[in-house]
């Protein structure tokens, strides 16, 4: 086939095409990649060096010159590509998804708008919580602020944060509270698309 396209073109015609999501490109396997690109890049993020990425080195390689992709449609790339679950890739699976073999189009769950809120840690705090109450559009009329902080220090651990299967309970309250059925709070979730960037994720990495 005919040689790689020439290249740029007109600035605000590139920029036009070039926004053309981040999320579609990556799931649709574009290969723009070499193979030699992509081990380089496997190698280069697998910042431990143990031949696997975990989500933080994927997600590194992945935001990358990549402004438009949100922290959920990370989550979700990475529940695709992580088929066996077992919370790191490898060097195949990898390939696999960069040419969009494997990368299974998940419907969007609630857990991947929570650990897009949650960040790093993967537990909630108030803060956090409280953000996605409200980009969830939960707080209203039927639920005040104060009441959804109530609800959080009810179901919150000790420490004040709470983790996934917390937060199942903690959204069945929130229904209780709101006199609708927990189906309606997951909708909400899910459907939220929550934050584009995470800040602790560019907290610098603390001195092993």
């Given at each position: ?27 649709a396997?574009?290969?723009?990649y ?12 697998d910042?431990?060096g ?6 933080e ?9 990549r ?6 449609q990370?989550?979700?790339?990475w ?15 990898f ?5 969009g ?11 991947d708008?929570?650990l ?9 705090n ?20 104060k ?9 919150c ?13 903690t ?26 960037r ?11």
């Amino acid at each position: 086939g005919g040689g790689g396209g020439g290249g740029g073109g007109g600035g605000g015609d590139a920029e036009a095409r070039a926004k053309h999501d981040a999320y579609s490109d990556i799931k649709a396997g574009s290969s723009i990649y070499s193979p030699e690109d992509i081990k380089a890049g496997f190698e280069d993020s697998d910042l431990n060096g143990d031949g696997f990425l975990d989500f933080e080195e994927l997600r590194t390689l992945l935001v990358k010159g990549r402004s438009d992709i949100t922290e959920k449609q990370l989550r979700m790339l990475w529940r695709g590509v992580d088929v066996d679950r077992d919370g790191r890739v490898e060097f195949d699976e990898f390939v696999d998804f960069i040419h969009g073999k494997k990368c299974k189009t998940h419907k969007e769950k609630w857990q991947d708008t929570f650990l897009a809120f949650s960040g790093k840690d993967e537990f909630l705090n108030k803060e956090e919580f409280m953000n996605l109450c409200r980009d969830s559009g939960l707080i209203g009329k039927s639920m005040a602020e104060k009441d959804a902080e109530a609800i959080f220090e009810k179901t919150c651990k000790p420490e004040g944060v709470v983790g996934a299967k917390g937060f199942s309970k903690t959204m069945a309250r929130i229904a209780k509270h709101k006199e609708v059925k927990k189906a309606e709070v997951i909708k909400a979730v899910t459907a939220c698309s929550g934050p584009v960037r995470h800040n602790s994720w560019n907290a610098p990495a603390e001195a092993e």
